[in-house]
């Protein structure tokens, strides 16, 4: 049986394969115009979702109801509501994150020498929000890789002092670093 604009809504719940492609075919464009733009910051995020809201659609498709509104519009919604699961799920990875975890990788080390006014802007912005002794304090243990002893030797500042600096350092990051992902979306 051919799958047209008519019938493929009583194919898919027949479970007929062939609508679900006619759904992709014609209907796709809605799901990744939706999709990208909740997820625009989390491409990696994308094909899952799609995926999802198409099975959200082979799954439910018993539930949409023509009276209520059309496929176009019930779609919309699925997708809608998918992308913010999706989003949901990002910013709850992100409070659990380890910011230890997280690495800078230089392509060729033997050419780069870490300055501190050669830092990428990027870096410069993320640490702007902490003390300039806050500051000093991460670049010497996440880019110049110094040790806390190290750092104490140098600073006369205590082990535990550092340790304590750090911490908070790292709970101000975080947090800004997940208000600006819920703003951003």
Not at 45 to 52: H, K, M, V, W
Not at 73 to 99: C, M, P, Q, T
Not at 103 to 112: H, N, W
Request: aromatic share 10%.
């Amino acid at each position: 049986m051919k799958i047209v604009e008519e019938n493929f809504i009583e194919q898919l719940k027949k479970k007929n394969d062939d609508a679900l492609y006619y759904v992709i075919d014609n209907y796709g464009w809605i799901i990744k115009t939706i999709v990208k733009k909740h997820l625009y910051k989390m491409p990696n995020y994308e094909d899952d979702c799609i995926n999802d809201i198409l099975m959200a659609v082979w799954v439910n498709i018993d539930k949409f109801d023509p009276t209520r509104s059309t496929f176009k519009n019930w779609l919309s919604g699925i997708s809608k509501f998918k992308s913010i699961d999706y989003v949901r799920k990002y910013l709850k990875e992100l409070e659990h994150a380890n910011i230890d975890d997280l690495s800078i990788s230089i392509k060729d080390e033997s050419s780069y020498n870490i300055d501190r006014n050669e830092l990428n802007d990027d870096l410069e912005s993320l640490l702007s929000c902490l003390k300039e002794a806050d500051k000093s304090l991460f670049l010497k243990l996440y880019v110049e890789e110094d040790d806390v002893t190290t750092i104490s030797k140098e600073t006369g500042i205590k082990k535990e002092i550092i340790y304590n600096r750090v911490s908070r350092g790292k709970k101000k990051l975080r947090e800004i670093f997940r208000l600006s992902h819920i703003r951003g979306l």
